[in-house]
DNA sequence: AATATACTGTACCAATTGGTACAATTAAAC
DNA sequence: GTTTAATTGTACCAATTGGTACAGTATATT
């Protein structure tokens, strides 16, 4: 790995916070270098193509980290009852028990949206294709494995905006509850 | 009503779509101006202190028209059941079939959140409370009727995020249908 | 018709925006 | 230890930001 790559990689945590706190709009380059630690220089060294390199660059890690994390075990779990569990204890991970900010949702409400359709688009159906084969293995019906994945996903958002806005984390965690429940009982139909 | 009011009241549903399109920090005095066809001397003499001034008045705007269209007819409805088919047509026809994005959710994600936070806590908290209350008329115990509640509400958030960040608005229309059945089916067992 | 008030266009402001240029420094490779 | 490439700080840029000042023009009210 070259040092470019490296130093490149260091920073990407940092700059995915920001954005997450305050979206694309909302975040200035003078925001970045002071939270950074980085100047000017060292910025567009590493990303020559500027604010929009940056946010393409977290919007990548993010979708790679969800793509190991959550979509992968979905897809290949052998139990597929036991990914479904990996899935919803990562998800409560990565978000803090809904403390933090899905910047994938932020970038979807924010007018940054279009520059970076593909990406925000491609994150949500991955996630609904990988669940919904998850339930399929699980025994359900193709049609019903559609309907609840697409249920778990948006709520899963929703919860995440809800306890954003009612400042309270709690929101978050009992709509995971509410969530695993309800595939576990239609499982066992 | 003095003149004054009169024509503020005339460009706030434009504000309202220009905040919602671009969020706050993304929407600039240049686009209003240009899209209400007001200069700045009109702007500032409506809202004399600003930007923030007609956000706040929007919100307001935003939470006064889901107070009389759903939150009031679930509170006050006779027949229960029939409040919340109201709620459902209602939150149908304002957010176009899933074309439209929820203003307060879009704040709730923005770096905005903090200035705003008690008007964007109280739609949601209103909402709840409201939708508590009617599905308690229907016979529901407390706790189930809360749980529903918030499930509902968050499903529509979520619903209105994934049809925005895939560009298809039937991912809302069909969130809509499944959560109506899920009602009617826990209130007739 | 005169007066008062509501409204608007224009010119202006300091501060900040994202971005560039480049010389100076640091670190690795030989 | 010299060469080569990676990294960074500084100074700078034009454009845009939200906001102000105010004179001029409508529109009521009397």
Redesign the interface.
């Known amino acids: 790995m070259s040092r470019d790559i490296a130093q490149r990689h260091i920073i990407i945590p940092a700059l995915g916070e920001i954005f997450r706190?305050?979206?694309?709009?909302?975040?200035s380059l003078a925001e970045i270098t002071y939270r950074t630690g980085l100047g000017k220089g060292s910025l567009y060294h590493f990303f020559p193509k500027g604010k929009k390199e940056m946010a393409e660059v977290v919007l990548d890690d993010v979708a790679s980290w969800f793509e190991e994390n959550v979509f992968l075990p979905l897809l290949e779990c052998k139990n597929p009852k036991h990914g479904i569990q990996i899935m919803f204890k990562a998800v409560d991970d990565y978000f803090y028990s809904g403390e933090r900010?899905?910047l994938?949702?932020?970038f979807?409400?924010?007018?940054?949206?279009d520059q970076f359709?593909s990406k925000?688009?491609s994150?949500?159906?991955s996630w609904n294709e990988a669940l919904t084969s998850a339930l399929k293995r699980n025994g359900l019906a193709n049609k019903q494995a559609k309907?609840i994945a697409?249920?778990v996903?948006?709520?899963?958002?929703?919860?995440l905006?809800?306890a954003?806005?009612?400042?309270n984390p709690k929101?978050f965690t009992?709509?995971l509850k509410?969530l695993q429940r309800r595939i576990e009982t239609s499982i066992h139909e």
């Open positions: 706190e305050n979206g694309f709009a909302g975040t900010i899905c994938i949702g932020a979807s409400l924010d007018d940054t949206r359709a925000l688009n994150y949500f159906t309907d697409e249920d996903v948006a709520s899963i958002q929703g919860a905006v809800l954003r806005s009612q400042d929101v009992r709509a509410r």
